[in-house]
C-alpha cells in the first residue's frame, strides 16, 4: 500500500491544486519536509504553509487503521514542537474498503480532531475538467457516474499534455489503479488511443517492466538491457528510469527540490542507472547530484 500512497502524494505535490482546494479549503503556498524520529513513522506525508502563515498536515491512508486517530495526535503535537504551531489536519483515504476509521481522539483530559475524507466523495468528472494535470490523475480514484467513461476521460487528458509529461502521468495512473484493480481496464482503453498506446510499451508495461527491472539489476541480471539498442526503446527507458529514481529519492529524502529535478532530467539513462544504484549510499541529494 506504501507504493499508492507515495504516488498519490508526489501528484499532490506536483499539481492538484482543485483537489487540495477541496480537501483544507485553504490555498497551501509552501512545503515543509519534517521529519519526526521519536514516532514509529518518521516522516508525516504532506506539511505545507499557507500565505497567512497557517499549517496544513495532510496524510494519505489505503487502509483503514484503528490507530489513525492516535498516530494523527501524535503527528500534530510533534509539529507544534517543532513549529510553536498546531496545523490543521486532514486525512485522505483511498481505499476500496468502506472507511471505517474515527476523526477524533478522545481520551480523559485530551481529545484531538481531524478532518478525515473518502476520495470517493470528490466528484470526478470536476477533478478531470482541472487545468491541473494533478487533479486529472486524482479524479481516477473519486466518484464517477460510468467509470469506464471516466477512464476514457482522463487518458483525453493526459494525451493533451506534452510529450515528456505523459509517460509520467500514465505510469502515476497505472499505480493509483491497483487500487481499484482497474489496471487492465486502463491498458486496454490506452490502446484505443495510438497517441498514449506507444508510451505504455515503454512505461507502463509498466509496474511489471519497471519491476522487473529493478529486481533484475538488485539480483545482477541483465535481462531486458537489450532493448534499449533502438532510439526510440531508449527513450521509453531513460523516462523509467527517472520514474524510478525519483520515487525512490521522495521515499527517501521527501519533495524534491526544482534545482534537483532539472538535474535529473538531463541524466541519461545509463547515468540515472548509476544514480539508482546509489541511492541508499549516500545522506543527502546535494551528496548524490551536486
Request: glycine letters at 8%; charged letters at 30%; proline letters at 3%.
Amino acid at each position: 500500500m506504501f507504493e499508492y500512497d507515495t504516488t498519490l502524494k508526489e501528484v499532490l505535490l506536483e499539481s492538484a491544486g482543485l483537489t487540495l482546494r477541496q480537501l483544507t479549503g485553504l490555498e497551501i503556498r509552501t512545503w515543509r519536509d519534517v521529519e519526526l524520529p521519536q514516532v514509529a513513522n518518521p516522516r508525516i506525508d504532506l506539511l505545507g504553509e499557507t500565505d497567512s502563515g497557517a499549517l496544513v498536515h495532510i496524510e494519505l491512508q489505503s487502509t483503514n487503521d484503528a490507530k489513525m486517530a492516535l498516530r494523527m495526535a501524535k503527528y500534530g503535537l510533534h509539529v507544534y514542537e517543532l513549529h510553536d504551531k498546531f496545523p490543521l489536519q486532514v486525512v485522505l483515504y483511498l481505499g476500496a474498503d468502506p472507511l471505517r476509521m474515527s476523526d477524533r481522539l478522545v481520551l480523559s483530559g485530551l481529545s484531538s480532531e481531524y478532518k478525515l475524507c473518502d476520495i470517493r466523495s470528490f466528484d470526478g468528472t470536476q477533478l478531470c475538467d482541472s487545468p491541473c494535470i494533478g487533479d486529472n490523475i486524482i479524479s481516477f480514484l473519486a466518484k464517477w457516474p460510468d467509470r469506464l467513461e471516466g477512464i476514457r476521460r482522463i487518458l483525453k487528458r493526459i494525451a493533451e499534455r506534452e510529450p515528456a509529461r505523459r509517460g509520467k502521468a500514465l505510469a502515476q495512473l497505472m499505480i493509483l489503479a491497483g487500487l481499484r484493480k482497474l489496471g487492465t481496464d486502463i491498458e486496454r482503453e490506452v490502446k484505443q488511443m495510438p497517441i498514449l498506446d506507444d508510451i505504455l510499451d515503454h512505461e507502463v508495461l509498466g509496474r511489471e517492466y519497471k519491476r522487473g527491472k529493478v529486481e533484475g539489476r538488485q539480483e545482477g541480471k541483465q535481462e531486458g538491457w537489450e532493448e534499449g539498442q533502438q532510439e526510440g526503446e531508449q527513450k521509453g527507458r531513460q523516462e523509467g528510469e527517472l520514474f524510478v529514481l525519483q520515487r525512490q529519492l521522495v521515499k527517501r529524502f521527501g519533495p524534491l527540490p526544482a534545482w534537483a529535478e532539472e538535474r535529473l532530467a538531463s541524466r541519461s539513462s545509463r547515468q540515472l542507472e548509476e544514480l539508482v544504484d546509489r541511492v541508499l549510499e549516500v545522506t543527502s541529494l546535494e551528496d548524490l547530484l551536486l
